[in-house]
């Protein structure tokens, strides 16, 4: 972990527990729900063959959904068996405006989405609906110059715009204490917001984080 805090690789910087290759499809305790902020993701090295789109010159995108990923109380699974199909392209339509790329979402699914135990048309509906259910912040949904904030101050935005989400059920992770993405835990039913005390407690610990503005 970088010493400004975590980084934006995925679930295993938010985890001690670590990577947990070839679990049981299905078996998993929370859902971690990672959005991404995309002008400070791009600014510090995103965009490879997985998120080109979401970089691209003009894209104007704000909060994007990085992931849906299946957690333990400590750790996450991967490539879980039995191995999931292949994305059809009816599935892929269905990722369409949740994922910023095709190619991300493709990703997704063979990493994270198969330990869900869905099928990757269920899948992709259940990451929609997480991400429906989060409401963004006022002065984080285009903001138009760039800003600075602390992690507990973006924490406490996103706790004010969603009835039921508390700090302890959420973390912030940063990279070059710029913001890479908020991440937000979800019961397995994503019926509700969850605790996650390892989640929260590895979030980003730089003193100010930069938010750039969407362009």
């Not at 994007?64 to 990923?69: D, F, I, S």
């Not at 992770?173 to 993405?181: D, G, M, P, W």
């Amino acid at each position: 972990m970088a010493a400004s805090g975590l980084s934006a690789a995925g679930p295993a910087s938010a985890q001690e527990g670590g990577e947990r290759r070839g679990g049981a499809a299905g078996d998993f305790d929370f859902y971690v729900l990672a959005l991404s902020w995309s002008p400070g993701f791009c600014s510090v090295g995103g965009g490879d063959d997985k998120g080109r789109d979401q970089c691209r010159s003009g894209s104007k995108l704000g909060f994007v959904v990085h992931g849906l990923w299946p957690q333990y109380e400590r750790g996450f699974p991967s490539e879980c068996s039995p191995a999931g199909r292949s994305p059809s392209r009816i599935a892929v339509e269905a990722a369409k405006g949740v994922f910023p790329d095709e190619g991300l979402a493709r990703y997704e699914w063979r990493k994270h989405g198969v330990c869900s135990g869905q099928s990757p048309t269920d899948y992709f509906s259940s990451v929609r609906a997480a991400r429906d259910k989060v409401v963004i912040p006022p002065g984080l949904k285009e903001p138009a110059a760039d800003q600075t904030w602390t992690a507990i101050d973006l924490e406490r935005a996103f706790v004010a715009a969603n009835p039921g989400l508390r700090v302890d059920m959420m973390s912030v992770a940063c990279r070059n204490e710029t913001l890479q993405e908020v991440r937000i835990c979800f019961s397995k039913d994503l019926r509700q917001f969850q605790a996650c005390r390892e989640i929260d407690r590895r979030g980003c610990r730089a003193r100010e984080i930069k938010v750039p503005a969407v362009r």
